[in-house]
């Protein structure tokens, strides 16, 4: 609805920039994503979610303690950090921005990999 209250909120809660305003929208990120805050009636129904990795389970613990912190909206209290659904052994936590939309934190699920021997030491 009000993209300069949506940005003030985006800075403040993910410590995210304010990169430069347009008639009707404000853009907000960092070096990773920008994001585009457009004046409107908010549709978070027509979006399930969207995602940003994190490298560790400790960045995303870490991610959930300054989210609650900062009295974030966070999903599924008591068990907020878990399987990203079904067989998935993806982790992630979910939260909603004040207009209701939902984002994900995750952290994809280790992969074994061989190691590769090098020839002559």
Do not use: C
């Not at 404000?26 to 994503?33: C, K, L, T």
């Amino acid at each position: 609805r009000d993209p300069n209250k949506s940005a003030r909120w985006w800075i403040k809660t993910l410590n995210v920039s304010r990169y430069f305003s347009y008639p009707g929208g404000v853009i907000v990120g960092n070096a990773n994503v920008n994001i585009a805050l457009h004046k409107g009636t908010p549709r978070p129904e027509v979006l399930d979610h969207v995602s940003f990795q994190v490298k560790s389970m400790r960045e995303l613990r870490a991610a959930l303690v300054e989210l609650k912190r900062k009295k974030v909206e966070i999903e599924d209290p008591g068990h907020e950090i878990g399987s990203e659904g079904g067989r998935s052994k993806n982790m992630g936590l979910w939260f909603h921005d004040p207009d209701g939309y939902r984002w994900e934190l995750s952290v994809l699920a280790k992969t074994l990999r061989k190691k590769r021997q090098t020839k002559g030491g």
